[in-house]
């Protein structure tokens, strides 16, 4: 059974940081594989935030978040990163984390009908 447990949210004021986790465990990974962090706030699509794929080994970010948003992955905890710099009300959404085990293109790693495999979210409220 594959779990993706997500941690790290909380309630912060704007300007303020988070770093959220993503621990991947109960299957092994393929050659090829995309990990990425989606948002959902109420009322709204779920939409890509960043992105790591295994092959070329390049992060794709949102535009919305490039240069406050860093994503980095640990492979020997199959695990993933998300630190969140300069957070704004805007940020207030449930994050997730999902993964699948194909190298998904720069476009397709925005889709979420493309992973097969999500965490249950965690909360991330900025207050202004």
């Known amino acids: 059974q594959v779990r993706l447990v997500e941690s790290g949210g909380g309630s912060v004021q704007a300007g303020g940081s988070l770093r959220l986790s993503c621990v991947a465990a109960?299957?092994?990974?393929?050659?090829?594989?995309?990990m990425t962090w989606f948002r959902q706030a109420p009322g709204k699509e779920r939409e890509g935030v960043a992105s790591?794929?295994?092959?070329?080994?390049?992060?794709y970010y949102a535009d919305s978040v490039k240069g406050r948003f860093t994503m980095s992955h640990d492979n020997d905890n199959d695990a993933v990163y998300l630190e969140m710099n300069s957070l704004k009300p805007e940020d207030t959404a449930m994050y997730y984390c999902?993964?699948?085990?194909?190298?998904?293109?720069?476009?397709?790693?925005?889709?979420?009908?493309?992973?097969?495999?999500w965490g249950q979210g965690t909360q991330v409220t900025v207050s202004s």
């Open positions: 999902a993964t699948d085990n194909r190298a998904l293109g720069p476009l397709a790693v925005w889709s979420p009908p493309n992973y097969g495999y």
């Open positions: 109960g299957y092994t990974r393929s050659k090829y594989w995309t």
């Open positions: 790591f794929v295994s092959d070329d080994r390049r992060t």
